[in-house]
């Protein structure tokens, strides 16, 4: 009987420190921090709305580039707010909206990939943290953020 309790703590430790690397962000969105600050966004569908009372689980944490995958439509409010350490994030082409604030207070960010596919960039989206940096050149309508 020790034995089986001992393995059910093991799995239950490990369900834990899973939990904190991954989880999901939307009805069909999950996502997924690798140990070097890497946080892939992957499914179908749009994003959840996060705001400063319900802070996303990656606010003000290590993370230091984002790729948002195929199939992700929206990017929620305030989704990467206070991501001080985030550089770069690539957005493929199923995004059509990247909310109010989504990045807003990422102060390290240089690199955005904007696609084509973005039509509606919401209010200081990219609020102190860059300033008319070049974005995607597939990106006729937001050509640079200067937000």
């Given amino acids: 009987m020790k034995q089986i309790d001992t ?17 999901t962000c939307g009805p069909n969105l999950k996502w ?10 992957t499914g179908k569908g749009g994003m959840y709305d996060y705001s400063d009372y319900n802070r996303s689980p990656w606010s003000k944490s290590d993370i230091k580039r984002i790729i948002i995958g195929d199939g992700v439509t929206t990017i929620g409010e305030f989704a990467f707010n206070d991501c001080s350490a985030l550089t770069s994030v690539n957005i493929l082409n199923s995004v059509t ?51």
């Fill in 97 to 147: 909206t990247i909310k109010m604030q989504a990045f807003s207070n990422c102060s390290a960010l240089t690199s955005v990939n904007i696609p084509n596919s973005v039509t509606t960039i919401g209010n200081y989206a990219f609020a102190d943290c860059i300033y008319n940096h070049r974005t995607t050149k597939t990106n006729q309508k937001y050509p640079s953020v200067n937000l």
């Fill in 32 to 41: 997924l921090l690798t140990d070097n600050g890497v946080l892939v966004i």
């Fill in 7 to 23: 393995l059910l703590i093991d799995l239950f430790m490990d369900l834990l420190a899973n939990a904190e690397n991954s989880g």
